[in-house]
């Protein structure tokens, strides 16, 4: 096992990149994109689950969060070429990529547009396209969200004056009062989730996201108000979609609109877990992404 390290990728237009990877030297890349707001950190569960399966961890700053020079305008389908420049950083031609929350998108992306490197994907908790036919999308989601995505319905001014508020309660966040942090988002068996390492990460990684300003978190939200760039139905890698119906950060019909809309997808629907409670599946969902890409080759 490799130590964990970081690197600073140069991106195109002459961005840099924070990267963490941590795992095995010449394990396969599992390329991890963290939720909306996030910036890298060291998540031990995924790394471990993905270690006993000889598979390296890759987690990348998007930009605008953390070290990652920002990138305005940015869309969903410009974390392709991000996470190629990634890839080739590292020497590795295949990859499987595992996105969960905001980061959802961002791995359908690399399996749309990456797909003769990408050997499958999966979704944890993963936000659908806005506007999408047949997904109410704001249906089901909890109040702090429906105020968030509207303001960044409204453009760039509104989104950043919201976000610069709801970013100062983050910056100081701590594992112990990140459920309260997080308000009416989180259902009891969230709540009952965000304990011990689990919540240590959840916060570290919120408290990075917002080190060095808003923009990434911003250029998230708006990104994902507008076209992404790609279509989910042009993916043609294996992809597997976890969604908890317990869900009130992305609504559980957001999971079931992705899982019927990508060729071939599989769905795991689960009745009983939340968007956090989700992640205590890590193992199963990576042993899953494994048979999945394995099964593709």
């Given at each position: 096992m490799g130590e964990a390290r970081w690197l600073t990728v140069r991106a195109a237009g002459g961005r840099d990149l924070e990267v963490l990877v941590d795992g095995p030297d010449h394990g396969t890349v599992l390329l991890f994109h963290l939720g909306t707001p996030s910036a890298a950190v060291r998540?031990?569960?995924?790394?471990?689950?993905?270690?006993?399966?000889?598979?390296?961890?890759?987690?990348?700053?998007?930009?605008?969060?953390?070290?990652?020079?920002?990138?305005?305008?940015?869309?969903?389908?410009?974390?392709?070429?991000?996470?190629?420049?990634?890839?080739?950083?590292?020497?590795?031609?295949?990859?499987?990529?595992?996105?969960?929350?905001?980061?959802?998108?961002?791995?359908?992306?690399?399996a749309a547009l990456l797909a003769e490197r990408c050997v499958a994907a999966a979704t944890i908790a993963a936000v659908a396209p806005y506007g999408a036919a047949g997904l109410g999308w704001f249906a089901g989601m909890g109040q702090e969200n429906i105020d968030e995505f509207g303001a960044a319905l409204k453009g760039e001014a509104a989104i950043s004056e919201f976000l610069e508020t709801?970013?100062?309660?983050?910056?100081?966040?701590?594992?112990?009062?990140?459920?309260?942090?997080?308000?009416?988002?989180?259902?009891?068996?969230?709540?009952?989730?965000?304990?011990?390492?689990?919540?240590?990460?959840?916060?570290?990684?919120?408290?990075?996201?917002?080190?060095?300003?808003?923009?990434?978190?911003?250029?998230?939200?708006?990104a994902f108000t507008r076209p992404w760039g790609f279509e989910p139905k042009s993916i043609r890698v294996p992809v597997a979609v976890w969604q908890g119906a317990q869900d009130r950060m992305v609504p559980f019909d957001h999971g079931r609109w992705l899982a019927a809309n990508i060729p071939g997808a599989q769905p795991r629907l689960l009745d009983d877990e939340g968007h956090l409670s989700l992640v205590n599946h890590i193992d199963r969902i990576l042993e899953d992404l494994v048979e999945l890409g394995t099964a593709q080759n």
């Open positions: 998540v031990p569960s995924a790394v471990s689950a993905a270690a006993k399966r000889g598979l390296r961890t890759v987690i990348y700053s998007r930009p605008g969060y953390a070290l990652s020079t920002p990138q305005p305008g940015r869309s969903v389908a410009d974390v392709a070429e991000d996470s190629e420049a990634v890839l080739d950083a590292l020497g590795a031609e295949r990859f499987a990529a595992l996105g969960w929350s905001g980061g959802g998108p961002h791995a359908l992306a690399c709801a970013a100062a309660g983050l910056r100081a966040v701590t594992g112990g009062t990140i459920a309260d942090a997080l308000g009416g988002l989180v259902t009891e068996v969230d709540r009952n989730a965000l304990v011990g390492e689990f919540a240590e990460v959840l916060a570290e990684s919120f408290r990075r996201a917002v080190s060095t300003g808003i923009a990434g978190w911003r250029d998230d939200d708006l």
